[in-house]
């Protein structure tokens, strides 16, 4: 649906958020620190843009009671004051895309299902992480606004002009405690965008698949992958990133459960172990011997203990075994 570039994220303020502002200026001053802390974690060192559409710019948003974002400023640690300098230069919906995103845009009105405001304002910066297929920025005031996703009923007029309306969903953050969940949603969005792609998959697999490692001949291998078969890499590739995401997450594992893998038997190693060899990152031949299934073709991989992670190095037509030479 965007028109963005793949690498950006967009983030939108949710005007709405500001409308209930903390008791205390500290207690506002800890939102939004916890709230940019919270940013810099999705972004991982990506490139980002932090727009406004709301009728208020971010710096007037109010955090507290006469207490705003630019009051905010003043008093912040330098790292946040250049991550906020950095990214939030936007006001309105962004140029960088395309026309027909932003008269889509301007042709639309997006409501909270359950806010009870008396004149239910059109949420705009809501909206607008929608359209862009970005992330909400909401401050905690309300428990409606400490969702990860925030339902709306997006409403617009398409060519003939005739109204249309359907619910939809946007990616909400909120605070630095979800900041890794909205992170790796993003993450298995991205994922799906390399189904039949294999130039993709092959050029961003070590961007979208951060959990695994790549051998030096996988390139080669993607490089003769059906386009038809590149979905099924994908899923699989998916799986293997989330098995070695949890793996590492606790220390308490002390193997991945690698769904639908299974090593090699004896007999196929002793006969035919050196198909089973390929580069890895450093250029080192290594025996790939635990395999899985992508439909008909084959993943072979390594586990590695320190530090941990999945190393594949095959992707491609069945090899030789014991059983089916």
């Given at each position: 649906?965007?028109?963005?570039?793949?690498?950006?994220?967009?983030?939108?303020?949710?005007?709405?958020?500001?409308?209930?502002?903390?008791?205390?200026?500290?207690?506002?001053?800890?939102?939004?620190?916890?709230?940019?802390?919270?940013?810099?974690?999705?972004?991982?060192?990506?490139?980002?843009?932090?727009?406004?559409?709301?009728?208020?710019?971010?710096?007037?948003?109010?955090?507290?009671?006469?207490?705003?974002?630019?009051?905010w400023f003043?008093?912040?640690?330098?790292?946040?004051?250049?991550?906020?300098?950095?990214?939030?230069?936007?006001?309105g919906?962004?140029?960088?895309?395309?026309?027909?995103?932003?008269?889509?845009?301007?042709?639309?009105?997006?409501?909270?299902?359950?806010?009870?405001?008396?004149?239910?304002?059109?949420?705009?910066?809501?909206?607008?992480?929608?359209?862009l297929?970005?992330?909400a920025?909401?401050?905690?005031?309300?428990?409606?606004?400490?969702?990860t996703a925030?339902?709306?009923?997006?409403?617009?007029?398409?060519?003939?002009?005739?109204?249309?309306?359907?619910?939809?969903?946007?990616?909400?953050?909120?605070?630095?405690?979800?900041?890794?969940?909205?992170?790796?949603?993003?993450?298995?969005?991205a994922?799906?965008?390399?189904?039949?792609e294999?130039?993709?998959?092959?050029?961003?697999?070590?961007?979208?698949?951060?959990h695994?490692?790549?051998?030096?001949?996988?390139?080669?291998?993607?490089?003769?992958?059906?386009?038809?078969?590149?979905?099924?890499?994908?899923?699989?590739?998916?799986?293997?990133?989330?098995?070695?995401?949890?793996?590492?997450?606790?220390?308490?594992?002390?193997?991945?459960?690698?769904?639908?893998?299974?090593?090699?038997?004896?007999?196929?190693?002793?006969?035919?172990?050196?198909?089973?060899?390929?580069?890895?990152?450093?250029?080192?031949?290594?025996?790939?011997?635990?395999?899985?299934?992508?439909?008909?073709?084959?993943?072979?991989?390594?586990?590695?203990?320190?530090?941990?992670?999945?190393?594949?190095?095959?992707?491609?037509?069945h090899?030789?075994?014991?059983?089916?030479?």
């Amino acid at each position: 649906m965007s028109a963005r570039q793949p690498s950006i994220t967009w983030f939108v303020f949710n005007e709405l958020s500001a409308r209930v502002p903390a008791e205390t200026v500290h207690e506002g001053q800890m939102r939004f620190d916890d709230l940019v802390d919270a940013v810099a974690i999705v972004m991982n060192g990506r490139p980002a843009e932090l727009v406004s559409t709301g009728e208020r710019v971010l710096w007037d948003a109010e955090l507290a009671t006469g207490y705003t974002v630019g009051h905010w400023f003043t008093s912040a640690d330098r790292d946040r004051k250049m991550l906020l300098l950095r990214i939030a230069a936007k006001t309105g919906f962004p140029d960088e895309v395309g026309e027909a995103l932003r008269e889509r845009f301007y042709l639309s009105e997006f409501f909270v299902e359950d806010v009870a405001f008396e004149d239910r304002p059109d949420a705009r910066g809501l909206g607008a992480a929608y359209l862009l297929d970005g992330i909400a920025v909401s401050l905690p005031s309300e428990q409606r606004w400490r969702v990860t996703a925030v339902p709306l009923h997006h409403v617009w007029l398409d060519a003939r002009g005739v109204e249309k309306g359907r619910n939809v969903e946007v990616l909400n953050l909120f605070n630095r405690s979800q900041a890794k969940h909205v992170r790796d949603t993003i993450l298995e969005k991205a994922q799906g965008n390399l189904w039949g792609e294999p130039a993709a998959l092959r050029s961003r697999k070590a961007e979208y698949f951060p959990h695994l490692r790549f051998g030096l001949d996988v390139d080669n291998h993607i490089a003769q992958l059906p386009t038809g078969i590149v979905a099924a890499v994908v899923k699989k590739l998916m799986a293997l990133d989330h098995a070695c995401r949890t793996w590492r997450g606790d220390a308490r594992i002390k193997f991945p459960t690698l769904p639908g893998c299974r090593p090699e038997s004896e007999p196929t190693m002793q006969q035919y172990g050196t198909h089973r060899v390929f580069r890895d990152p450093e250029g080192m031949n290594r025996a790939y011997e635990i395999h899985c299934a992508a439909a008909s073709y084959r993943i072979h991989l390594r586990v590695v203990h320190d530090p941990r992670g999945l190393e594949i190095g095959y992707i491609g037509k069945h090899l030789p075994t014991k059983k089916y030479p």
